[in-house]
């Protein structure tokens, strides 16, 4: 059974740090790109960044670089989303994903999804 798994989310105070996990099970992890997204209410989901199976490139979108950074641990079956100077336009429930096809910020193209944690940026 194909499972993602996402944790860490929390409530944060603006620039503070979370760090975001998602451990896979139940597909063969080393051959699938990586992509994490997020939904904040009434708005649609956007791609925060992903990360590729081959040489470990990544992609971020432009709200979010330089603050955040995507990593993934093979041997873990586990990707990592380190976020910084976190903002409360940052606030939405992030989810992970997965596809095989090459790293993308499009949600359309990801075959496989996590249940999504929440993070929420507030003073």
């Known amino acids: 059974q194909v499972q993602l798994v996402e944790s860490g989310g929390g409530l944060v105070q603006p620039g503070g740090s979370l760090r975001l996990s998602c451990a896979a099970s139940g597909f063969p992890f080393d051959y699938y790109d990586i992509g994490w997204f997020r939904q904040a209410p009434g708005k649609e989901r956007e791609g925060v960044s992903c990360?590729?199976?081959?040489?470990?490139?990544?992609d971020y979108a432009d709200s979010v670089k330089g603050r955040f950074t995507i990593s993934r641990d093979n041997a873990k079956n586990t990707v990592y989303l380190q976020m910084n100077s976190l903002k409360p336009e940052d606030t939405a429930v992030y989810y992970c994903?997965?596809?095989?096809?090459?790293?993308?910020?499009?949600?359309?193209?990801?075959?496989?999804w996590g249940q999504g944690t929440q993070v929420t940026v507030s003073s």
């Open positions: 994903s997965a596809r095989l096809r090459g790293c993308t910020l499009r949600a359309a193209t990801y075959a496989y």
């Open positions: 990360i590729s199976k081959s040489d470990g490139s990544t």
